[in-house]
């Protein structure tokens, strides 16, 4: 008898147009494997998910509800198995303040902050150069700001952020490569290096061919600098308490340190995603990368 799989996707979040492209992908793949596959596109509400009568839900929702530890609490609630990472770790990931609290006490390194609530708590060291001020809780760069410095800043908007968030992360920002690593399980697969031709790696740098990303697999980092960003990967996703695939977010400078930024829960499925690019260099392809990842999933995670 065939598994049936609940593919969660879409979803209520600003990162909806990226979920449904996951979701696309993992659909086919699942298919493939010969799944009876039922896709849905939840609402915030909690849905009777028990009445599809599955094996099992696969999460492709990406940013708040899906990848917050919210989607992950229903399914709990109705004692279904699901994919990805838990209520707690999800939570924990999600919120860019707690995370950075939880790399710093295990000594992970990660780049000075300060949580902003008003426009004048910017005179601080951390904006005496370049600076990013970013929300707490987004993911894929959604509402992520950079400035050269204090002078340049537009206040009218960050008013309009501060309005919209309640605060804001500032981050002292890192000159150098930008890396990923995915992790699957309880190993690092590997490392690869991310060269956009935007100002940053922002969501349409991430998302739209025609930005032309450059991505390089391998990282371009001597032996020793990849395996260290290899293992601040793993111990960022077990001290996290992920399970499954993440993908975490680094910058290492010229003087080969290394400074994690971020620990995605639910990394992207779609034809320009970092994760089964990794895994395809690895030798693992997506259809691969797809099953294992139905074969993790588990409840109480």
Request: charged share 30%; with cysteine.
């Amino acid at each position: 008898m065939k598994k049936k799989i609940l593919l969660l996707s879409g979803g209520p979040s600003k990162e909806r147009a990226v979920s449904i492209n996951s979701g696309k992908a993992v659909y086919k793949a699942l298919k493939k494997l010969d799944y009876n596959v039922i896709k849905i596109d939840p609402n915030k509400k909690f849905t009777d998910y028990a009445k599809y009568k599955c094996n099992l839900a696969f999460n492709a929702l990406h940013g708040q509800f899906g990848e917050d530890g919210t989607i992950q609490s229903y399914l709990e609630k109705q004692k279904i198995r699901y994919t990805h990472s838990g209520v707690l770790a999800s939570a924990l990931a999600m919120d860019k303040v707690k995370s950075k609290k939880i790399f710093i006490k295990k000594k992970i390194n990660t780049p000075k902050y300060k949580i902003i609530k008003k426009i004048s708590e910017l005179s601080n060291p951390i904006s005496n150069g370049k600076f990013v001020l970013k929300p707490i809780n987004e993911g894929s760069s959604v509402g992520v700001l950079i400035y050269d410095n204090l002078k340049k800043i537009n206040k009218k908007k960050i008013k309009q952020y501060l309005k919209k968030y309640k605060k804001l992360l500032q981050e002292e920002f890192i000159e150098g490569k930008e890396v990923q690593v995915a992790v699957m399980g309880n190993k690092a697969l590997g490392a690869i290096e991310i060269r956009p031709k935007r100002k940053f790696y922002d969501f349409n740098a991430k998302y739209s061919a025609k930005a032309k990303t450059e991505h390089i697999m391998p990282a371009k980092l001597d032996k020793l600098t990849y395996k260290r960003v290899l293992q601040m990967a793993l111990k960022a996703h077990k001290y996290i308490g992920c399970k499954g695939v993440t993908r975490s977010d680094f910058r290492i400078r010229d003087d080969n340190k290394i400074f994690i930024l971020e620990i995605n829960t639910q990394p992207g499925m779609t034809s320009l995603s970092l994760v089964p690019e990794i895994a395809e260099y690895k030798g693992l392809s997506f259809i691969k990368l797809i099953q294992w990842i139905v074969s993790d999933a588990s409840i109480n995670r």
